[in-house]
């Protein structure tokens, strides 16, 4: 049995994962429910495989007990991190995935004691999300011990995959979020704009306030207890997002998600090599303490898609030499804010 299991192998970031590991020497054993989908993949990439469903918890024990990490790519990730969070618990498996969703932060975080009596660790988050923006946020802290609040941003001419943007459907209800004096607080939708300087020729764009996953997991690294996340985006989109902020009981209904899902299963691929090959992504940040001082720092790196790929795998790498530190983990709190320069192409500059 590998050391490394890639559950949900063959989905759209799966794939792009799967297929860097085993150009890097990794040598993953593949897992999913889906038979003919991971068996064609297998086949092609010369893979072990395994079938399992994670309604199946004898079998993902199974899976399981001879790995030494799960690197989980199923989303949506409300949907299907806890069975396999149980599973790791049960056989001493660390835990890695690819979610930036808010609330499975949270919930994976309160698993903490028992990860820890377990002596496993719980590392939600090693993609785009949250790695560039939790390692830029661990910089700004280190710029600035005093800091109690912090903004980030980010810009990515990206596209999205299906499971992306199903993952936005199955939130596309719950609104905004921001923390405030150490406590997540609900808001509306794009509540709050402003504008931002990411630099390399991407200066003076508009970025919309949006409930990304370093709401949660940059208070974890940092401590800084006020928190704000921003992405680019035209100023009309972000008053039709306020505008659809009104209509969130409606499209919370489980008839709407379920039509939106299936008009995003017929038109939505995701990004293709050309597409990855061209976009980069920036990052921005700013902390700042109580009487005015103020830092500012800003990344750049590849694709989202395939810097999340490299990340995840530089932290699977890590865990798989035995640097794994146990309990419920952020990526910059395990392995420091230079994580995400070990990736090729990624800038960091500090501006103020």
């Known amino acids: 049995m590998s050391e490394l299991v890639i559950y949900g192998s063959y989905g759209y970031t799966g794939k792009l994962i799967v297929e860097a590991a085993v150009d890097r020497g990794f040598d993953p054993v593949l897992a999913g429910r889906n038979r003919e989908k991971i068996d064609r993949q297998a086949a092609e990439l010369g893979c072990e495989f395994e079938v399992v469903g994670l309604d199946e918890p004898k079998v993902l024990d199974m899976l399981l007990e001879d790995a030494t990490a799960v690197l989980h790519c199923a989303g949506p990730f409300s949907r299907t991190w806890e069975p396999m969070v149980d599973a790791c618990v049960r056989t001493g498996t660390h835990y890695l995935d690819i979610t930036g969703e808010l609330g499975v932060f949270e919930a994976i975080h309160d698993r903490d004691e028992e990860a820890e009596a377990a002596d496993v660790m719980l590392l939600p988050g090693v993609g785009f999300d949250v790695v560039p923006t939790d390692c830029l946020a661990a910089h700004l802290a280190e710029r600035l011990p005093d800091a ?205």
Do not use: C
Request: proline content about 5%; charged content about 25%; hydrophobic content about 40%.
């Open 148 to 352: 109690d609040a912090l903004e980030l941003a980010f810009h990515a001419e990206m596209g999205v995959s299906r499971g992306t943007a199903k993952t936005m459907v199955e939130h596309v209800d719950e609104g905004g979020a921001v923390r405030r004096n150490g406590r997540i607080e609900r808001v509306g939708q794009a509540h709050q704009s402003r504008t931002v300087d990411f630099g390399w020729g991407h200066d003076g764009m508009h970025a919309a306030a949006i409930p990304w996953g370093d709401v949660s997991t940059a208070y974890y690294t940092t401590g800084i207890p006020n928190i704000t996340v921003y992405m680019s985006m035209p100023e009309r989109a972000a008053r039709q997002q306020r505008i659809a902020g009104m209509f969130s009981p409606v499209l919370g209904l489980p008839p709407v998600k379920a039509g939106l899902k299936w008009i995003i299963e017929q038109t939505t691929d995701g990004p293709n090599a050309e597409e990855r090959a061209s976009e980069r992504s920036y990052v921005w940040g700013e902390a700042r303490t109580a009487d005015g001082e103020r830092v500012v720092s800003r990344l750049r790196g590849p694709h989202t898609y395939s810097l999340t790929a490299e990340t995840a795998l530089a932290v699977a790498r890590r865990v798989l030499d035995g640097e794994a530190p146990t309990g419920f983990q952020t990526p910059a709190g395990a392995y420091g804010p230079d994580l995400v320069l070990e990736v090729d192409g990624v800038e960091r500059e500090d501006v103020v």
